[in-house]
């Protein structure tokens, strides 16, 4: 059976453990980032005001962030390990005719000294976090040439009353659930290693969605976790519980509120 390897940290290290195939058809159902923040991070990394600027999208799955920087006219070179994701992925961005990468945070097989701004969008999480901003201090080039780096996730925001129901249930059946490194202020982080990144700036910003609770259901299926792996009888069951319960007690549709955190800060040397 697969393990999950983790660092000094605590920080999963991306392996058979943390293959995503199973989980990729599932990755529509999920919010994509808060548009507002994507430009606000546009805006501040100067991506759209330096020539020849150059986006590296790391862990980038099915596309969800790719698109997001590709809408705005960025050049984005989409980096997925997970054969399923990319090819999702590969066919959402078709008609921008950009080239896919096969490579992982640590190890991305791009260029050195070449990528402007380095994205990391739920994906920082599933990697060596100090082999992945090492990764990402690689292929940025040096100063006084703009070098980014950016760490985000969409969260379910837990004042609003469905997410808050949602999670009620979930710690019915797993009273020791954790939500792991993506929750975590990742401003510690990247302090400690202000040698490699500097000068952090943090984005919060809320946004509303409409779900039907079949969506919502759906877009738990892409979620990959310690409590309930769904390659497992006991992993289906355990959700299978969940669910059900979680439509007996929320509504048939519902508009419901995430927030996607950010933190971006500038190559150091």
Same mark, same amino acid.
């Given at each position: 059976?697969?393990?999950?390897? !983790?660092?000094?940290?605590?920080?999963?290290?991306?392996?058979t453990?943390?293959?995503?195939s199973?989980?990729?058809?599932?990755? %529509?159902?999920?919010?994509?980032y808060?548009?507002?923040?994507?430009?606000? #991070? $546009?805006?501040?990394?100067g991506?759209?005001?330096?020539?020849?600027?150059? @986006?590296?999208?790391?862990?980038?799955?099915?596309?969800?962030?790719?698109?997001? #920087?590709?809408?705005? /006219?960025?050049?984005?070179?989409?980096?997925?390990?997970?054969?399923?994701?990319?090819?999702?992925?590969?066919?959402?961005?078709?008609?921008?005719?950009? *080239?896919?990468?096969?490579?992982? /945070?640590?190890?991305?097989? #791009?260029?050195?000294n *070449?990528?402007?701004?380095?994205?990391?969008? &739920? &994906?920082?999480?599933?990697?060596?976090? !100090?082999?992945?901003?090492?990764?990402?201090?690689?292929?940025?080039?040096?100063?006084? %040439?703009?070098?980014?780096?950016?760490?985000? +996730?969409?969260?379910?925001?837990?004042?609003?009353? @469905? %997410?808050?129901?949602?999670?009620? $249930?979930?710690?019915?059946? @797993?009273?020791?659930?954790?939500? /792991? $490194?993506?929750?975590?202020?990742?401003?510690?982080?990247? !302090?400690?290693?202000?040698?490699?990144?500097?000068?952090?700036?943090?984005?919060?910003?809320?946004?509303?969605?409409?779900?039907?609770?079949?969506?919502?259901?759906?877009?738990?299926? &892409?979620?990959?976790? *310690?409590?309930?792996?769904?390659d497992?009888?006991? /992993?289906? !069951?355990?959700?299978?519980?969940?669910?059900?319960?979680?439509?007996?007690?929320?509504? &048939?549709?519902?508009?419901?509120?995430?927030?996607?955190?950010? +933190?971006?800060?500038?190559?150091? @040397?």
């Amino acid at each position: 059976m697969a393990q999950t390897i !983790e660092t000094a940290d605590k920080t999963p290290v991306s392996g058979t453990s943390w293959d995503y195939s199973k989980h990729a058809e599932f990755y %529509q159902y999920r919010p994509n980032y808060a548009p507002k923040a994507i430009d606000m #991070l $546009v805006e501040y990394t100067g991506a759209k005001k330096t020539a020849d600027f150059k @986006v590296a999208d790391i862990g980038a799955g099915t596309g969800n962030l790719t698109m997001l #920087l590709l809408e705005r /006219g960025l050049n984005v070179t989409p980096v997925e390990p997970n054969d399923a994701m990319r090819k999702i992925g590969i066919d959402a961005t078709k008609p921008y005719n950009i *080239k896919w990468s096969d490579g992982t /945070g640590t190890e991305t097989g #791009l260029e050195s000294n *070449k990528y402007n701004w380095t994205t990391f969008g &739920s &994906s920082f999480n599933v990697i060596d976090r !100090e082999l992945g901003l090492k990764e990402a201090h690689r292929i940025a080039p040096p100063p006084p %040439q703009p070098a980014y780096f950016t760490c985000m +996730w969409n969260h379910r925001n837990l004042s609003d009353p @469905v %997410q808050k129901t949602a999670e009620d $249930v979930i710690e019915q059946f @797993v009273p020791s659930y954790e939500r /792991g $490194v993506r929750r975590e202020d990742q401003r510690p982080f990247l !302090e400690k290693h202000s040698a490699l990144f500097k000068n952090i700036c943090y984005i919060e910003l809320d946004f509303d969605v409409d779900r039907t609770i079949d969506e919502y259901i759906l877009a738990w299926r &892409s979620v990959k976790n *310690k409590y309930w792996d769904l390659d497992t009888k006991e /992993g289906q !069951e355990l959700f299978g519980k969940i669910t059900r319960q979680m439509r007996k007690i929320l509504p &048939s549709s519902f508009k419901i509120k995430y927030t996607t955190r950010a +933190w971006t800060a500038e190559k150091a @040397v």
